[in-house]
Structure formats: C-alpha cells, structure tokens
Nanobody, 122 residues
Framework: QLQASGGGLVQAGGSLRLSCAAS????????VGWFRQAPGKEREFVAF????????YYADSVKGRFAISRDSAKNTAYLQMNSLKPEDTAVYYC?????????????????WGQGTLVTVSS
C-alpha cells in the first residue's frame, strides 16, 4: 500500500528526491514518516509530516539538508535530500499512520513501504 522509490547512487554533495506513493488507504488522513536503516545499524527516524502538511519534524542529522513534503491529491509524499553525505547511505522506508503522536517511533506506524536504497559515494 506504500511504494517507495527514487533511490540510487549519488556522489557526496549531490541530491535525490524520494517518493512514497500510497494506494488502498485514505492517504489524506495519514501522517507520514521516513526512516532509514544503514548496514549493521538500527532503523532510525529521518523525517515526519502531519496529515495536513502543517507540521514537519526532522532528525538532527538531516535538519537543514532534507525536506519532507506531500501532495495528497497525488497520494504521494516526498523526501528531498540535498547535500548528501556518505553517512546518509541506507535503505530508506516510508511509513504512514493515522495518529501523529510519538512520530519518531517506527513501531507506532501502521503501513510501511518496501524501502529504496540510497548510496552516497565519497
């Protein structure tokens, strides 16, 4: 019900835009989070956008470089990633949930996409 795409190989300093397309759910009422998991590491929170788009939150590690947005008419959320660093290399997942509390907790999300790999070379 969530399909993440847009990953790839990019050099350090470059940009990528990830997309998260939803189907089979009322996307306009869902809060959306992006998470990532690097090899050998725990999954971590990256960014969150509320159902209305009025609230956004970011992990400190990506603040000022990444921007989350959504287009509910297209049932799609986005993660614009700029000034990428090698440490941003990970599989990125989008997730959705109706409740916006504790947005940084992955286990609180109902729907998950399959992940898209982002590799940043130095």
């Amino acid at each position: 019900q969530l399909q993440a795409s847009g990953g790839g190989l990019v050099q350090a300093g470059g940009s990528l835009r990830l997309s998260c397309a939803a189907s089979g759910l009322t996307f306009s009422s869902q809060n959306v989070g992006w998470f990532r998991q690097a090899p050998g590491k725990e999954r971590e929170f990256v960014a969150f956008i509320s159902w209305s788009g009025g609230s956004t939150y970011y992990a400190d590690s990506v603040k000022g470089r990444f921007a989350i947005s959504r287009d509910s008419a297209k049932n799609t959320a986005y993660l614009q990633m700029n000034s990428l660093k090698p440490e941003d290399t990970a599989v990125y997942y989008c997730a959705a949930r109706a409740d916006g509390r504790n947005y940084w907790r992955g286990e609180a999300y109902t729907y998950w996409g399959q992940g898209t790999l982002v590799t940043v070379s130095s």
